[in-house]
């Protein structure tokens, strides 16, 4: 199959077109060429892929799609707004050493030492291992969004523990142990 073909079916599904043979057509080509639709189709077109999975799959890949789609549609609006506001660097020094309060006990990351990355990035792994293709997926997301969002260049003031959080294995982090369940 050509890209031009895939993207045929997902416009079809979008539309609700020929959709039982599509879904069919659609999840056996992602399924079976993941590997080649990661290395071929534009940031655009995987999270495209990744819609899709959130509004046809199954159950589990609804839920894993609906991560993977959040988490682009966040780095999207993020850098929109690093464009509109424009800042300049007058707080990056207090960043990458403290919080800034933003509002309601919402604080901002801490640049240099703020695990939550970690966390978030830990939890969606444990997840994504349920559906391969979207756990695939997912990483090449992350991959094209590492080279090209400006939102995600901060890793620069802290490479070693950025690349290890967001970009890495996360099965070295550990869960706390003192959770009351």
Not at 34 to 51: F, M, P, Q, Y
Not at 171 to 178: D, T, V, W
């Amino acid at each position: 199959m050509i890209k031009d073909e895939l993207i045929k079916l997902i416009q079809n599904l979008r539309r609700g077109d020929e959709l039982e043979k599509s879904k069919k057509l659609f999840f056996k080509e992602v399924e079976i060429n993941a590997e080649k639709w990661c290395n071929e189709l534009t940031l655009r077109w995987l999270i495209s892929v990744i819609d899709t999975y959130a509004d046809h799959g199954t159950e589990i890949e609804k839920s894993n799609a609906l991560i993977v789609s959040t988490f682009a549609n966040l780095i999207k609006i993020g850098d929109t707004s690093l464009l509109l506001t424009r800042p300049d660097d007058s707080m990056l020094p207090r960043l990458l050493k403290d919080v800034v309060f933003l509002y309601d006990e919402i604080n901002s990351l801490r640049i240099a030492k703020d695990d939550m990355p970690n966390v978030l990035f830990h939890r969606i792994s444990d997840v994504m291992k349920q559906t391969p293709a979207i756990e695939l997926y997912f990483e090449e997301i992350k991959s094209r969004f590492r080279e090209n969002s400006k939102m995600l260049k901060i890793s620069q003031y802290n490479p070693q523990f950025w690349d290890k959080i967001f970009f890495e294995d996360r099965r070295h982090f550990k869960m706390s142990q003192n959770v009351d369940r």
